[in-house]
Structure formats: structure tokens, C-alpha cells
């Protein structure tokens, strides 16, 4: 199994995965934000060049979302993911979805149009709107989620176990943090407490 990988990309919650399935695998670094990405060999693994892709002995792989499902279902031995046709695994799905759909676009405008974009191509107006988005829509709707579990007695999004969309939903606070819209929000940074001090999170982040 080999992993291609760059750090504070979204291919950290793949390699979070696997650390936390304790699942041998090859890392090999592509450097996007030089280029790397665009080689043709890598083109023809991911067509836009981006990362993460995983090959699992000739399958090949790509979107964070998808990779992390597939690793809980084949690598899982149902630890990673509620009970199929379980009111959990249609939340899961959901959660699944909802971060590459709507988190990571809003992060991402954030991100490039303060950080990435050369100052003449940065986009003011997008920042404003989609700061307003995270704050006012899509971190509120992870903290429901959160504090919903903790009124229960859990201490992970889905209840009690920890799973994939623990992975996806930290990972994405964690983006968010990144780019300065994360609130101190005590439900937030109780939740994200738990997932960091998680030792293949922290394997992790110290790649």
C-alpha cells in the first residue's frame, strides 16, 4: 500500500487513518505546492495532480472522503464506521459528505485568498463571505453535533466509539484553526482536545 501524501493537506486524515488502523503502507511525498503534482507519472494516478492518492495493491484511489471509507469497510473489522443500515452509518455517511462538500470549499477560499494566491489575485470579498459562512452556518452546525453526543455521554461525534468522521470533522476544525476562523468555542476545544490527544493523531502531525 503506498500513500502519497504532503503535509497540511487533506491528505493527513488518510494518514491518520492509517496510523489509527495501524496499517503498514508507503509514504511518498508530493511536494503540489511546487509542482510536483502536475508530473505526468503522478497525472496519470490523479488527473488534477492533487493528493492524497492511495494505492491499495493496483486499486487506486482518490478524494479523502472516499479513501477513509474505504480503509474503515476493508481495514476496519467495524471499528471505524457504525453498523451498515444503522441510523449512525446514515449520519456517518452524512458527515462523510458534508465536509468535502461544504467545509473544505469554504476553508479553501479562506486559505488561498489570505495565504496561497499572490496578493494581486486574492479575492477580499470571497474571504468576507465565506468567513461569514463558517461562523455563522457551518461551525454551528458542528457544534450541535458535538454537543448533542456530549449530552449523551460520548465523546465523539457519532457516540460513544470513534471513527472516520471524527477524522474528517477534526480535520477540518483543524483547517479551520489554521486559517484563523476557528472560535474558542468550549465544546470545539473540548472535542478537539480528545481527537489530539489521540496518538496516531499525533504521529501524525509530528510526520
Do not use: Q
Not at 488502523?21 to 490523479?46: N, T, W
Not at 492518492?53 to 482518490?62: A, R, W
Not at 468576507?128 to 453535533?145: D, G, L, N, V
Amino acid at each position: 500500500m503506498k500513500l502519497y501524501y504532503a503535509p497540511r493537506t487533506r491528505s493527513s486524515r488518510v494518514l491518520w487513518m492509517l496510523k489509527e488502523l495501524d496499517l503498514p503502507c508507503d509514504i511518498e511525498h508530493v511536494d503540489i505546492f511546487s509542482g510536483a503534482g502536475r508530473a505526468p507519472a503522478y497525472r496519470k494516478l490523479h488527473p488534477h495532480g492533487f493528493v492524497p492518492t492511495l494505492d491499495d495493491d493496483g486499486l487506486v484511489l482518490i478524494e479523502s472522503s472516499a479513501i477513509l471509507m474505504y480503509l474503515a469497510d476493508k481495514y476496519g473489522d467495524g471499528k471505524f464506521a457504525p453498523e451498515v443500515g444503522s441510523r449512525e452509518r446514515a449520519k456517518f455517511y452524512e458527515w462523510m459528505v458534508y465536509v468535502p462538500a461544504t467545509s473544505d470549499p469554504c476553508l479553501e477560499a479562506i486559505m488561498f485568498n489570505t495565504m496561497l494566491l499572490p496578493e494581486d489575485r486574492r479575492d477580499p470579498k470571497l474571504v468576507e463571505r465565506s468567513k461569514k459562512k463558517w461562523k455563522e452556518t457551518i461551525e454551528p452546525h458542528f457544534k450541535r453535533a458535538i454537543e448533542r453526543s456530549f449530552r449523551e455521554g460520548h465523546g465523539c461525534l457519532l457516540g460513544e466509539n470513534f471513527s472516520a468522521a471524527d477524522i474528517i470533522v477534526a480535520s477540518s476544525f483543524a483547517w479551520a484553526k489554521m486559517c484563523g476562523v476557528l472560535s474558542a468555542d468550549e465544546t470545539i476545544a473540548r472535542y478537539m482536545e480528545s481527537m489530539m490527544s489521540r496518538p496516531a493523531f499525533i504521529a501524525t502531525h509530528g510526520a
